[in-house]
């Protein structure tokens, strides 16, 4: 078997499925959140920026990371994103 870095340790590693494609829902926030190489996936993402144009990558969408390129914190993306989540569950 390769050895793929990172990615061998990445959560989605199994069934990356919407992680590639599509919006960033709850379930795959969690999953990166509770993913051991969420900084080295966003990290790639990040620097791919090509590569990167849509999915998920370290639990941030396309906008996110356009604006973690200009400056603003992961940390403080991320939080915000539990925080939008979190609210659509209070709601439902």
């Given at each position: 078997m390769a050895d793929l870095g990172w990615k061998?340790?990445?959560a989605c590693r199994e069934d990356p499925g919407g992680h590639w494609d599509g919006p960033l829902l709850p379930s795959m926030?969690?999953?990166c959140m509770g993913c051991e190489v969420r900084w080295e996936c966003l990290m790639a993402g990040l620097k791919h920026?090509?590569?990167?144009?849509c999915g998920v990558w370290g639990g941030t969408?396309?906008?996110?990371?356009?604006?973690?390129?200009r400056g603003e914190e992961p940390s403080d993306?991320?939080?915000?994103t539990f925080r939008e989540f979190s609210q659509q569950r209070m709601i439902a």
């Open positions: 061998s340790d990445a926030f969690e999953m920026e090509e590569r990167s144009d969408t396309p906008e996110q990371r356009k604006s973690i390129r993306v991320w939080d915000a």
